[in-house]
């Protein structure tokens, strides 16, 4: 949203470093309300807050867990009405210790409806069940936060798709390194978003690899030499990872510059994630030091 949507003219990544936390706020809150008012089908979104302490006890069969007893539901029917709520609440999701996430994932649920997850799930596959338990429902999880929709099989590479495969002017992509089970591999749709923004999977984390031109998906000129972003999320990362991708690149020039000791040496995943888009692409670092 901060990128490529809000109506201004800051949208080089060194500005928004200069973004204040009231603008940082209504960004966030904007960007709920999307999501929220799309998992809803453009009818409705239902917010989750946590209210004061419930002293009721629990139903037969329910375990309490001191959390979800405490969530009370606020529905809307007009979106603009949702964003200013999330906005005069936004500390709720975005506080120290506020559990946002947890917040945000009930309220999506709920502006979905519970009915329709269990008739999404009612009949899928028993070999798709097995995807289920060795990760594929995370990822049918993360779909759903980031762009208010979830299937079992939506981020896979294998099987027919019940929704459509590339995502909507705002929803990011989805990339991750190749491995042993092409079940688990991104759909080649989903690598192909309408903005560069992409979700990573790499070694078992989720990060963010980014671009800061809108044409970079749209016009093959910009593809040619263009820069990107990435960002972990771990403690471990200290500064911006800056990367270089140049997709005319020749690779026996490579092969030359890194000499007769290196062959087998091990390639970064985000690199090789990178390659499942732009193949045979050659990355520089910028002088970060590669993530592994």
């Given amino acids: 949203y901060l990128l490529f949507t ?4 800051c949208t080089h990544l060194e ?6 936390r009231r603008e940082q706020g209504q960004a966030l809150a904007t960007a709920l309300a999307e999501t929220l008012w799309a998992a809803g089908g453009g009818g409705r979104a239902v917010v989750c807050l946590v209210t004061a302490p419930v002293t ?11 959390f979800t007893e405490r969530i009370q539901l606020f529905e809307f029917s007009e979106k603009a009405a949702a964003q200013e709520f999330i906005s005069d609440h936004i500390n709720c999701f975005k506080g120290e210790g506020s559990h946002g996430v947890i917040l945000f994932l009930y309220s999506l649920l709920f502006s979905r409806t519970l009915e329709r997850y269990i008739l ?10 097995h ?4 990760g594929c429902f995370p990822q049918a999880v993360l779909s759903l ?12 590479g294998g099987g027919r798709e019940p929704e459509p495969a590339r995502g909507t002017q705002r929803d990011p992509g989805t990339a ?20 560069p923004v992409w979700l990573c999977s790499l070694s078992g984390r989720h990060s963010v690899l980014f671009g800061t031109d809108s044409r970079l998906l749209s016009d093959w000129k910009a593809e040619r030499i263009f820069h990107l972003y990435f960002y972990s999320g771990q403690q471990e990362q200290t500064q911006n990872a800056h990367l270089t991708i140049d997709t005319h690149s020749h690779h026996w020039e490579e092969a030359q510059r890194e000499g007769p000791c290196s062959r087998g040496r091990r390639h970064p995943a985000l690199e090789m994630a990178i390659r499942t888009k732009w193949a045979g692409a050659t990355i520089s670092w910028n002088g970060t030091d590669p993530f592994f």
Avoid: I
């Fill in 131 to 134: 995807l289920l338990k060795t």
């Fill in 15 to 20: 500005r928004l470093r200069r973004l204040g």
């Fill in 6 to 9: 809000r109506e201004t003219e």
């Fill in 56 to 66: 009721t006890m629990p139903c037969e069969g329910y375990r309490a867990n001191s």
């Fill in 145 to 156: 936060l980031l762009t208010g929709r979830a299937s079992p099989r939506q981020l896979g």
């Fill in 176 to 195: 991750q390194a190749p491995d042993k089970h092409p079940s688990g591999q991104v759909s080649p749709g989903l690598r192909t978003p309408w903005l």
């Fill in 120 to 129: 999404l799930f009612k009949h899928v596959p028993v070999v798709q069940l």
